[in-house]
């Protein structure tokens, strides 16, 4: 069975400091979908990023960027300029690919708190 | 584009009564999902739609929980009899081809 994990429950980054948030997972399949969504206050579940894994090259999204290791099952999220507005839970989410099962594995959640 | 709609947005039942909460997914997805979140259990998948037809209900609780989804453009969950330990926020999420998945704004149900 797939598993997602966040070994950071808490970060904390100064304002316009560059944090990097970790998850590994565990899989047997070859091809998969890695997301990172964002959490605020407000509980809404706000897709970040996503990487396909049969491309190599890292996704970036403005200020949020991966790195992608395949071979080590690692998938971290670098958030950089941070601003008041990153503060959130962030979780490291996994799904198969092809339709063999459509199911969102998530992490348990790293709570990023932003410092003026 | 309008995302995913979701009503109530809160609501708070006694216990015994029938909740039902509702979704509109985004126009054109094919995958519709219902999540439930709490604090002890995270984020768990109770039930998804592939066009209209229920795929994998394995994460339903017990009988008191039904998903229903009878046109593309709408979903019910629907809880009967509801229970204090089903306080949760429940999230719809749809979904083009099944891979990303948008997420709606979530219900916050407290049960008395």
């Known amino acids: 069975a797939q598993t997602v994990t966040q070994s950071q429950p808490e970060m904390s980054v100064q304002e316009a400091e560059t944090v990097t948030l970790s998850c590994t997972y565990d899989?047997?399949?070859?091809?998969?979908?890695l997301f990172w969504y964002k959490q605020p206050p407000s509980r809404q579940m706000i897709l970040v990023i996503r990487?396909?894994?049969?491309?190599?090259q890292n996704a970036t999204e403005n200020r949020f960027s991966v790195n992608f290791q395949k071979a080590a099952k690692s998938f971290s999220l670098k958030i950089s300029d941070s601003q008041l507005g990153d503060a959130a839970m962030y979780f490291c989410a996994y799904t198969g690919y092809g339709g063999a099962t459509n199911k969102l594995i998530f992490g348990t959640g790293t709570l990023l708190a932003v410092q003026p | 584009d309008a995302g995913v709609i979701q009503s109530p947005r809160h609501e708070v039942t006694e216990m015994g009564q029938e909740v039902t909460l509702r979704c509109k997914p985004i126009?054109?997805?094919?995958?519709l999902f219902w999540y439930r979140q709490t604090m002890m259990r995270g984020l768990e998948l109770l039930i998804y739609f592939n066009n209209n037809v229920p795929i994998d209900d394995s994460g339903m609780p017990e009988d008191r929980f039904s998903a229903k989804m009878p046109n593309a453009s709408f979903s019910t969950l629907k809880i009967q009899p509801s229970e204090p330990r089903d306080s949760a926020v429940y999230f719809c999420a749809s979904s083009p081809r099944g891979d990303t998945q948008y997420f709606g704004p979530g219900t916050r149900l407290t049960v008395l």
């Open positions: 899989t047997s399949e070859s091809d998969y979908y």
């Open positions: 126009s054109g997805h094919d995958y």
């Open positions: 990487q396909e894994a049969y491309k190599q």
